[in-house]
């Protein structure tokens, strides 16, 4: 199965200061009250995903960033549930005004319409605000199973069925074991678990052989040798673990992956609001602290919005509907 590249070049949020940073989303930056009365309550972050996650990290620390800056309360309500679909219904429903804003993964809308059988939303009810950041995810195994490379995996993977985790049905580890299974006629499981936490405990008890999770979750274990990395799923290598090849370094490019974290807000949110918001969330992500999360996030800061971020979730979604209907991935 010959899978579409969708990767661009990625630019290094470290190299960006904070007006760099605005002139590269387009941005000029005025005063952030400029846009006139918004925000004049408090602001809602609604997070998609469980607490502690990538997802809920980013919406606390750019609330921390914008209470100051905009001078009202940004507070984060975690809404988790059917792999995003529960949050982003919540926003979607909500007025269109700028006071309710989804912070989530693009697989919420690029994979979900394909494999749920009705979804509470519908595609054009919620708009990007900003692709804020990307990441890969890390192919790794139980020690017990003797393997150390990514051919090793395949090799033995053909040869009998191997059990891999992921953080829920419908996840980006979920889309990886379908895609492996796609790409290289090996033979997966794919066993869903209630979140990331739980699905590399799996990894490292034995329970599975071996999971696509996030790189965060499983280097620690790695590093004291309870699970053996193969790669990563990323176009480029992890800056946490720079040693660890990428999939397409190990020989399989039509494995690669890459999550997108997005910030969406109501369709009908006017564009004054979301210049406002924008700005803020530009002045954010160039801030020294919130750099330093992304790097221990394994994240890649991206910037991407309006017309663009919108064209780049189109492809994205097709691109995977593509793989779903290739590999008849589906929710249990």
Known sequence: MQIPRLFKPRQPLAILGGVALLMALGLNAPPALSQGAFPDKPVKFVNAFPPGGPADILARSVADVLQ??????????NKPGASGNIGADMVAKSPADGYTVLFGIDTTFTVNPHIYKAMPFRPGDLKPLMIMASSGLLVGVHPSTGIKSMKELVDQARKKVLNFSSAGSGSPGHLAVELFAGVTKAKFNHIPYKGNTPAV????????????????????????????????????????????????????????????????????????????????????????????????????????????????????????????????????
Do not use: C, W
């Not at 100051?68 to 309500?77: D, G, I, M, T, Y």
């Open 68 to 77: 100051a800056s905009l001078k009202q309360p940004f507070v984060v309500e």
């Open 201 to 332: 405990t799996a990894v490292l008890s034995g329970e599975v052989d071996g999971g696509v999770l996030a790189t965060p979750g499983m280097l620690p274990y790695v590093k004291a040798g309870k699970i053996t990395a193969l790669a990563v799923t990323s176009q480029q290598r992890s800056r946490l673990a720079p040693d660890l090849p990428t999939v397409a370094e190990a020989g399989f490019k039509d494995l690669e992956q890459e999550i997108l974290y997005v910030a969406m807000v109501p369709a009908a949110t006017p564009e004054p609001v979301m210049q406002t918001l924008r700005r803020a969330f530009a002045g954010a992500f160039a801030r020294p602290d919130v750099q330093a999360r992304l790097l221990n996030l394994d994240l890649e800061f991206d910037g991407s919005t309006g017309a663009a971020a919108a064209r780049r979730l189109a492809d994205v979604s097709g691109h995977y509907a593509d793989v779903i209907r290739a590999t008849g991935m589906k929710v249990e």
